[in-house]
């Protein structure tokens, strides 16, 4: 290296005739090679302390970035792993990326979560807001919550599926792909955590409740989780022996919807996408007519 910043310093000294001559004896005895083989070999001996090295700075600029992000934070939690049992919990629990978030907890004993909820309630967020704690709290020791209590697990996820124009895949067939991975997962033994919203959104009402219902029950063999975010009531009478119901509602005041994300447990009773439309003035015919369609006999509704 003291040759190479010799070279730099004759270049501005000099001139352009010595760093021709300087240029040709370089050539002549093949300096420059000679010299970088020869500190290849240098330092090929002291790999291990090189890698040393890096990884030492590697793990102080981990340190450093999470330390931030700790500091940054209303407040954290170290996570509590468990031995693999289908038990996980949560307190206080929220998402790091939302402003004046709403804290819930969540505890899961031998069932998954079905979860249901009024559009815009938080339904999706509550199911990310999981999925990262789960992921943050095994990788980087540090959760969004007051406690968090898992087993060590997988994360999978079927949140945010889009068609695929140019291998000319369908939305519905990339879900089906995506849910098929899922499948394969759950047929080993270590524990996984199943994240789906809308499961077969992308097709008709009678076939999407039959086979969501069907892969749920599948998913949530062995000691996974699956937390499902739906909009499809039936799948509650069908799935009740092996998921505990929550869901998410809002209030009505002064012609608006008001959200308290607030998780809440049992069924949703009420629905509020007609009133959306209403709010939004839409025409008072189609509001008044989607709720004639909502009295009629569900067998008619095929």
Known sequence: MAFFRLEAKVQSDIGAVFEFLLEMLKALFLIEPLLLFNVLKKLDTKRDQIHEVYRFVAEIDAALSLSALRESLPYYARPTLTEPKKSLSGQDIYHPLVDDFV????????????????????????????????????????????AFTLPRLKVHSAIRITDDLMSEKSYYFEEVLTIRQMLEASEAKEPC??????????????????????????????????????????????????????????????????????????????????????L???????????????DVDKNTLR
């Open 103 to 146: 804290a819930n907890s969540v505890e899961l004993s031998g069932k998954s979560m079905l979860l249901t909820g009024s559009n815009m309630s938080g339904k999706t967020t509550f199911i990310r807001t999981v999925g990262i704690n789960a992921i943050m709290g095994q990788a980087f020791n540090t959760c969004f919550a007051r």
């Open 193 to 278: 955590l199943f994240l789906l919203d809308e499961l077969f959104k992308g097709t008709n009402t009678v076939e999407r409740v039959a086979a969501g219902a069907s892969v749920l029950k599948y998913l949530n063999q062995h000691d996974h989780f699956v937390l499902v975010a739906t909009h499809d009531l039936e799948l509650a009478a069908y799935l009740r022996d092996k998921y505990d119901l929550y869901h998410f509602t809002e209030v009505i005041e002064d012609d608006s919807i008001v959200f308290d994300y607030q998780l809440k447990s049992g069924r949703l009773q009420t629905t509020n996408a007609i009133r959306i439309l209403e």
């Open 280 to 294: 939004n003035q839409y025409p008072p015919q189609v509001v008044r007519k989607a709720r004639q369609f909502i």
